[in-house]
């Protein structure tokens, strides 16, 4: 009887939830505006780009990629904060999103509580690359050459703060290492920074790395993944290379104003799953290095304070500032 009973319930429940889900339907009444808070062309803004037409069939309104690059992604980040929680303003953020709580003090607002989580999309990892002319052919090679000349290996990134910056950072604490720190202003110019031998490492996107790898440009040394990434299945993880659990990389997800109604982010979190799961994105994931990894607003919303514990305490430790 009480097994009966609690089987009532759970459909109470589960029947109630779709009802919820059901009235969140339809919700578009005008173009929805996706913000992209980086520049045309980048890996956020080409993803975007990939999703709105399909997003737009299942809304039945055009959807609008708005792009305000600025600040680490703080400057579209603002302006979606401020807008009307009803689903017409969404930001395609990335896992600056919270890294950048730590390094901005005085931002205006609050990376978790002015915003409503809605869905994770994807994540990729780094890959750890040297110019040929380094003497190392494995990541503790790179590191036992900088624990003997402490600040010799230099490294590029795409500006300080960036995630190509951070992770090194992590990695450097976690290896007890000095390593020389030379940002650029975004991955294409500290791409061909590298590609000259002016920089001796990097930890870049796959976008870059993988062709630059294959051609003999650059060697690999490692990816920084949980698993080996597809693309290079002959490169180990970092965790592989020494350092058990290790596991960092850049990933994209979706948030809305604060106050979003949690049917109505449900429902989102669920069209954009839907959009992702099409052989379409599959393959336009897989070229842009990434790997599809959906969660819904509770578990993304999760994620986001970890990961803004977890990134401060590496900003802290690493006596980075950026204002």
């Known amino acids: 009887m009480r097994r009966r009973g609690m089987l009532a319930g759970l459909g109470a429940v589960g029947l109630a939830s779709a009802a919820n889900r059901a009235q969140a339907q339809g919700w578009a009444r005008r173009p929805v505006r996706l913000v992209v808070p980086f520049p045309a062309g980048g890996p956020p803004d080409v993803l975007g780009r ?8 299942r809304w039945g309104q055009p959807v609008v990629i708005d792009n305000r690059p600025g600040a680490g992604g703080n400057l579209g980040a603002e302006h979606v904060a401020r807008s009307a929680p009803d689903g017409h303003t969404l930001l395609l953020c990335a896992s600056s999103h919270v890294q950048g709580s730590a390094l901005f003090h005085n931002l205006p607002f609050d990376p978790l509580r002015d915003f409503s989580a809605v869905a994770m999309l994807s994540i990729y990892a780094l890959v750890a690359i040297v110019h040929p002319s380094v003497p190392v052919q494995t990541l503790a090679e790179l590191v036992a050459l900088a624990k003997r000349e402490p600040g010799r290996v230099t490294y590029g990134s795409t500006g300080v703060g960036t995630p190509t910056h951070l992770v090194v950072e992590l990695f450097r604490l976690r290896a007890g290492i000095e390593l020389t720190h030379v940002p650029y202003g975004g991955a294409a110019p500290a791409q061909t920074a590298i590609l000259a031998g002016q920089v001796m490492a990097m930890f870049n996107n796959p976008v870059l790395s993988i062709p630059a790898i294959r051609d003999g440009a650059l060697r690999g040394l490692a990816t920084t993944g949980a698993a080996r990434m597809p693309q290079l299945p002959d490169l180990p993880t970092v965790a592989e290379s020494g350092y058990p659990g290790f596991e960092a990389g850049t990933w994209y997800g979706v948030l809305a104003p604060a106050g979003l109604p949690a049917p109505l982010a449900e429902s989102l979190a669920d069209d954009f799953d839907a959009v992702l799961a099409t052989p379409q994105m599959r393959g336009r994931l897989a070229t842009m290095g990434m790997l599809r990894l959906a969660e819904g607003p509770a578990p993304f919303a ?22």
Do not use: F, K
């Open 302 to 323: 999760a994620r986001l304070a970890a990961e803004l514990e977890s990134w401060s305490r590496v900003i802290r430790q690493a006596g980075i500032r950026m204002d």
């Open 50 to 57: 990939a999703m709105a037409e399909a997003l737009a069939a």
